[in-house]
């Protein structure tokens, strides 16, 4: 049986001592130190940033030579740290690539996706919502990560998730399917992470 639901658990009153804003900046944590993705000096893309717990794990990952890109359709509250930087964009917006463009147009290391739909309870339109989502992200994995480089894309399982993952799979030289310890108990969201992503002459479709 999983963990039931507790709103304000354990993760919820660490993230609160430790100053963070989100109880899912564990989930990051844990995930870049399970694997190596993200290195000082590197640059990232946060999508659905809001409110800033990925970004502050990513920002300190990172370090001072490196940048973060935080963007999500509701406002993040700023950061002091130079490197870290965030717009209120959504990403589904037919502008979005040339806004995102705007922001950084050279390649990225990571991009990072914990982008999550509203939910309606229907299970079949949630899943696809989030596919989406995801989609959307490894479109941009695609488009603008550089060969080595890695990605992360939360979906809900279910529905056409193993179509999707085969598509992380032509992408990346590594894909693995993760479930965080600070995911909540009900939840079922996993993490797809890509690693190593492929070079157009290894086999990985050109980006459009
Ligand atoms: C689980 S929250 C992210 C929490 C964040 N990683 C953190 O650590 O603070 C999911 C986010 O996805 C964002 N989101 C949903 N649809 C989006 C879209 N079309 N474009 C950008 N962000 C989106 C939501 O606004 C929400 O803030």
């Known amino acids: 049986m999983g963990k039931p639901y507790r709103p304000k658990d354990h993760y919820f009153q660490k993230a609160k001592q430790e100053g963070l804003r989100a109880r899912s900046a564990f989930k990051v944590d844990e995930l870049i130190k399970r694997f190596p993705m993200v290195k000082k000096g590197h640059v990232v893309l946060d999508l659905g940033a809001a409110p800033g717990g990925f970004l502050q794990i990513l920002a300190d990952a990172v370090g001072g030579t490196g ?90 399982m279910g529905g056409d998730f193993e179509d999707f993952r085969d598509q992380v799979r032509a992408l990346f030289e590594e894909v693995k399917v993760v479930r965080p310890e600070a995911t909540r108990g009900a939840s079922m969201e996993v993490y797809l992470v890509g690693l190593r992503r492929k070079a157009p002459s290894e086999g990985a479709p050109p980006a459009s």
Do not use: N, W
């Not at 963007?71 to 993040?76: N, R």
């Not at 037919?94 to 990072?112: M, R, S, Y």
């Not at 982008?115 to 989609?135: C, H, Q, V, W």
């Not at 603008?144 to 939360?154: D, E, I, L, N, Q």
């Open 67 to 156: 940048q973060v890109i935080g963007v999500d359709i509701v406002a993040i509250r700023p950061f002091t740290q130079r490197h870290v930087r965030t717009a209120v964009l959504d990403v589904l917006a037919d502008d979005f690539d040339a806004k995102l463009t705007a922001l950084h147009d050279g390649l990225f290391d990571a991009v990072i996706s914990d982008m999550a739909p509203k939910t309606s309870g229907i299970k079949a339109t949630d899943e696809a919502r989030s596919l989406r989502l995801a989609g959307k992200a490894l479109e941009l994995a695609q488009k603008r990560g550089r060969p080595g480089s890695s990605f992360v894309a939360k979906v809900f």
